[in-house]
């Protein structure tokens, strides 16, 4: 993923932006997700961080079928 790559190059602007477009193709694209939340920590964005945390526990809910 390139996202995961500009992240390790210490590019965590052009990270960001990447792994922000990987999350809207698939929003439970967990690396991609994990590797965003570490971004946002870098950048000392908690409030990011924290949003996109609920954002994939919200994502990753199932709704159970009633038994028939």
Known sequence: NVGMA??????????????????ELDPLLLPAAATLM??????????????LAERIRQAMKVTPQPAK
């Open 38 to 51: 570490s971004v946002y920590r870098q950048q000392g964005d908690a409030a990011k961080e924290s949003a």
């Open 6 to 23: 500009w992240n390790a190059a210490g590019q965590t602007d052009k990270a960001a932006a990447h792994l922000e477009r990987c999350l």
